[in-house]
């Protein structure tokens, strides 16, 4: 029972980290996608203006850090779930905790 709370733990701090990381990387963007726009503003041809923005990159980066984050809350929610099965909880109160469905918490 403590094993899988202390899974759940961790992986809550995994989430934690994560979410710190994109929120890094979503102010990182928010910069490059303004310099964008100030440039389309002044007139820069759009090709111009997302290259020096490194619009190719940060839609990668992006992209790869919301899939980051996806992933950890994912688990965060796995290990939750087991830890709450561990200690006497039913599915439906998880899925109540969680604010979904039994089914959804059954899966």
């Known amino acids: 029972m403590q094993r899988a709370r202390d899974i759940a733990i961790g992986e809550i701090d995994e989430l934690l980290a994560s979410a ?3 929120r890094a990387d979503l102010r990182a ?3 490059a996608y303004r310099r964008m726009a100030r440039q389309l503003q002044r007139g820069v041809d759009i090709d111009q203006a997302m290259s020096d ?3 190719h990159t940060a839609r990668r980066e992006l992209t ?6 996806e992933h950890s809350r994912h688990r965060t ?7 709450g099965l561990d200690e006497g909880m039913t599915i439906g109160q998880i899925g109540r905790a969680w604010g979904f469905s039994r ?3 059954a899966r």
Not at 77 to 83: C, E, K, N, P
């Open 20 to 22: 710190a990381r994109l």
């Open 29 to 31: 963007k928010e910069v």
């Open 53 to 55: 923005a490194g619009a």
């Open 64 to 69: 790869e850090a919301l899939d980051e984050f």
């Open 77 to 83: 929610r796995l290990a939750v779930t087991r830890a």
């Open 103 to 105: 089914q959804l918490a």
